[in-house]
């Protein structure tokens, strides 16, 4: 819903839940139907098969990222708007927000 949580930047989770190999899947579950007036996720269809862009680091000195973030146009994503009780599963490299 508008107003409710924080502003998810475009990212891969593949970035914060490293594994070698690698296999991070995400699921992500509508529990209400999800669309662009209240917060659908959005995508970058194919960025899943440019393989990962960053990782997130934890090191003695705190966390951090290996390199800055790259910069999306807006126009790359699309809407995924899906019903109530949708999952939505999400490859670890694709770029999402």
């Known amino acids: ?6 502003e998810v930047v475009p990212h891969q ?11 991070c899947t995400g ?3 509508a529990l209400e139907d999800a669309t662009v007036v209240n917060g659908c ?3 970058i269809p194919g960025s899943q098969k440019n393989g990962l862009v960053r990782r997130f680091i934890r ?4 966390v951090t990222f290996d390199r800055p973030s790259p910069a999306y ?10 019903k109530a009780g949708s999952l ?5 490299d694709h770029i999402h927000q």
């Open 59 to 62: 090191g003695e000195d705190g």
């Open 73 to 82: 146009d807006p126009k790359d994503f699309v809407p995924i708007e899906v």
């Open 13 to 23: 989770d593949n970035s914060f839940l490293y594994t070698e190999p690698q296999t």
């Open 1 to 6: 819903q508008p107003g409710i949580g924080g």
């Open 88 to 92: 939505i599963v999400i490859c670890g």
């Open 27 to 29: 699921l992500w579950l």
């Open 41 to 43: 996720l959005w995508a």
